[in-house]
């Protein structure tokens, strides 16, 4: 079984490219990020055409999460508890799904599903934008409720096939930031509180891609010729539970998805996971679409 993660930066500009890229390399599940657009905007129709079904948690045209996956989805959460909201409050927005713990509307950011034994969470964690902006403090707010519920999560079931995939927006080691705007410890992305709040993970998840794909950034400016001079940032990951983790037999970055005709500033990360960890509902799947 193969799983990913993609922020596409508009689904709805790449579409054809993600179905292509889905059917091309054999994926099964595909959590998305920067959807930007509502569920009704969202082009299932490509989707289902190619054998995926969807589930979408988009507000509006910023941010966006959404999965794409061969298999039933169940147990479908559009954000978790206790997430922070961001903006001005809210005054009948109909856009809103409401306001989190802070009063604030609550944005597009996080969606879980449950695909077999696996429980996945597409993610899109607060960009934080300047050290002195209220959205840094949004985002290490985000960044602990989020920890603060993958603790819940795993308390509660230590064997659970955990994954946490998305964009991070974090460069958590110096060779993961490549960009020469990021100074380490003075810019977001590489500051020592964000750092320190994706370390802070790792008693619960860890990061199942970088034992395997040890170098390699999975994203590029547009600006500045920065892909053509890879000067790029590793900020999307696949974390994983223990029982997550060891069921992954590969994983692979796929650099090329940055190349070609307008493409997302981010490219594809991909696990393998092992048959073994699979429900029976895998196992004997005979009945799913076929794909040409």
């Known amino acids: 079984m193969r799983v990913a993660t993609w922020n596409i930066n508009s689904i709805r500009t790449r579409f054809g490219r993600v179905v292509d890229w889905l059917v091309r390399e054999d994926i099964d599940v595909l959590a998305l990020q920067e959807i930007k657009c509502r569920a009704d905007q969202f082009p299932v129709e490509a989707f289902e055409q190619a054998g995926y079904q969807v589930e979408i948690h988009g507000l509006n045209q910023w941010n966006g999460v959404a999965f794409a996956s061969r298999h039933e989805m169940t147990d479908v959460e559009r954000g978790f508890n206790d997430m922070p909201g961001f903006g001005n409050p809210i005054k009948g927005q109909e856009e809103h799904q409401g306001t989190g713990l802070n009063g604030l ?15 996945l969470w597409s993610l899109y964690v607060p960009n934080g934008r300047s ?3 209220p959205h840094f403090d949004y985002k290490l707010r985000w960044l ?15 064997d659970l096939p955990l994954a946490l995939m998305g964009d991070w927006n974090i460069a958590p080691l110096d060779g993961d930031m490549g960009d020469p705007s990021f100074e380490v410890g003075r810019t977001t992305h590489v500051s020592p509180d964000e ?21 390699g950034f999975t994203f590029w400016d547009y600006k500045a010729g920065r892909f053509q001079k890879d000067q790029g940032m590793r900020i999307d990951f696949i974390l994983g ?3 997550f983790a060891d ?6 970055i796929h650099r090329d998805e940055r ?3 307008s493409p997302s500033d981010h490219v594809p990360v991909v696990a393998d996971i092992d048959p073994s960890l699979l429900s029976e509902t895998f196992e004997d799947d005979d009945d799913r679409p076929m794909v040409f």
């Open 241 to 243: 539970s223990r029982a």
């Open 195 to 215: 750092r320190s709040m994706f370390s802070s993970f790792s008693p619960l998840v860890e990061d199942v891609v970088r034992p395997i794909v040890p170098e």
């Open 131 to 133: 050290l002195d902006d």
């Open 259 to 261: 190349k070609g005709d």
């Open 144 to 158: 602990e409720a989020l920890r603060t519920n993958t603790e819940a999560w795993l308390a509660e079931d230590p």
């Open 105 to 119: 509307p609550l944005e597009a950011r996080a969606l879980g599903v449950t695909v077999g034994d696996l429980r």
């Open 247 to 252: 069921a992954v037999t590969g994983a692979t």
